[in-house]
């Protein structure tokens, strides 16, 4: 594919986007990288970019004019911009059309589902790999499961029937782009009653293959395993419909019955239980107040607008350490502990590190993989295995087992 540009970043004056552009001008020299920055406002690109000698190109979401122009130049875009049900499909279908691959950092479950099926068709013809939810929705979830199973494989020759994905400890903070992406999720939902089925179902973005997942636990319960208490995640909704979908495309990498799920682990005893109580209560109450057409407008005002995010400090001082536990199919003594570390704010400071290294994945690396819509373990699980460890300060190691 022989195009002006290896990558261009769609979306650098955005929060998430100013970072990425950050990460991606340290990485030019030893890359070798061509590549270029996008948007609507080219003096507000301008604005971010300062003395960086980086090409713009200009272009609107609304004009798929431009749009179909921009993917042309480039052989990999990479997007920030959301929420992507709102800013996002044309480019998709572009990419799509035109063959050329993609990746973003969307966690809007139904607009993934209705990508594939509209466009699955087209990016197979062209090659284009397309490639959602390359942040922390769901990078640590879907590679952490992907590195147990290649653990349990090599070690004892079957893959984990049951894999439980548990943070034991976080920080960082929220940007308005990702809370405006959650609310105009939960004001779609409520409009459309297929878009709240489809949020629903735990298989949503599987294509034919189902499995022993129900809905995802909203109410607290102990776990034997962790010793713990156990309230909802709340990138549970995503992460887990992304890891059923690459169990489908990974083709019986991880068996025919499969199974998987996360929780925020609270600890034991009664406060255990008070915590894991208060974890779903919490996340219920949000989600009630976003669907709300009355309730929302006054949420927003006492959260992050769109642009705002976390001070240098916070992303810098952030980090997550978070643990899988395989279980083995028929031998409890060979399960196996796996440990995803990150060592910056995992919403922005990793994130944008991960979608910047998925993007590089795509425009260097042999990827397995020919055009359609993938996921960041079927599309390019080895390659991020070794890159984010060298460059992107997330790890992957065994616990036990």
């Known amino acids: 594919m ?12 955005g929060f998430t986007g100013k970072l990425v552009v950050d990460y991606m001008a340290q990485q030019q020299g030893a890359s070798n990288l061509k590549w270029a920055v996008a948007g609507r406002n080219v003096e507000k690109v301008r604005q971010v970019l300062g003395d960086r000698d980086i090409p713009i190109i200009q272009a609107d979401s609304n004009d798929s004019e431009s749009i179909n122009a921009l993917v042309q130049q480039g052989r990999v875009i990479l997007t920030t911009v959301g929420p992507y049900a709102r800013y996002g499909s044309s480019l998709v279908e572009a990419c799509a059309a035109h063959g050329t691959h993609y990746c973003d950092l969307t966690g809007e479950v139904h607009w993934m589902r209705d990508m594939i099926t509209a466009h699955q068709d087209a990016a197979v013809a062209s090659g284009a790999r397309i490639v959602h939810t ?3 929705d769901s990078i640590p979830s879907d590679l952490g499961a992907y590195f147990l199973q ?51 179902d735990p298989y949503v973005l599987n294509n034919t293959m189902r499995g022993l997942d129900g809905p995802d636990r909203m109410s607290a319960y102990f776990d034997e395993d962790f010793d713990s208490w156990i309230g909802p995640f709340i990138m549970a909704g995503v992460n887990t419909r992304v890891v059923r979908r690459s169990a489908e495309l990974l083709d019986g990498m991880y068996g025919s019955d499969f199974q998987y799920n996360e929780g925020t682990l609270t600890g034991k005893g009664a ?27 006054l949420l927003q005002k006492f959260l992050p607008k769109p642009g705002e995010g976390p001070t240098e400090e916070a992303i810098n001082n952030g980090y997550y350490d978070i643990e899988l536990l395989g279980l083995h199919p028929s031998d409890s003594s060979k ?42 373990a079927s599309a390019m699980g080895d390659a991020l295995l070794k890159r984010l460890p060298q460059s992107a300060g997330v790890t992957f190691e065994v616990i036990s087992g």
């Not at 195009?3 to 004056?13: C, F, L, T």
């Not at 943070?167 to 709240?196: V, Y």
């Not at 779903?280 to 669907?291: D, E, P, R």
Request: hydrophobic residues 40%.
């Open 2 to 13: 022989e195009r002006e540009y290896d990558i261009i970043v769609w979306g650098a004056s």
């Open 335 to 376: 399960n196996m502990r796996v440990r995803v570390k990150g060592d910056k704010d995992p919403g922005y400071g990793s994130t944008s590190k991960m979608i910047a290294e998925s993007a590089l994945a795509l425009a260097q690396d042999d990827l397995p993989v020919k055009g359609g819509f993938w996921t960041p």
């Open 271 to 297: 406060g255990g239980f008070v915590g894991a109580a208060g974890v779903g209560l919490g996340s219920g109450v949000f989600a009630g107040l976003a669907a709300m057409s009355l309730t929302r407008p």
């Open 150 to 200: 290649k653990q349990m494989l090599d070690k004892h020759g079957v893959p984990a029937r049951q894999i439980k994905y548990r943070p034991r400890a976080f920080s960082g903070g929220f940007s308005g782009g990702t809370i405006d992406s959650m609310m105009a999720m939960m004001e779609q939902a409520k409009e459309d009653k297929t878009i709240m089925k489809s949020l629903a």
């Open 134 to 136: 390359c942040g922390f």
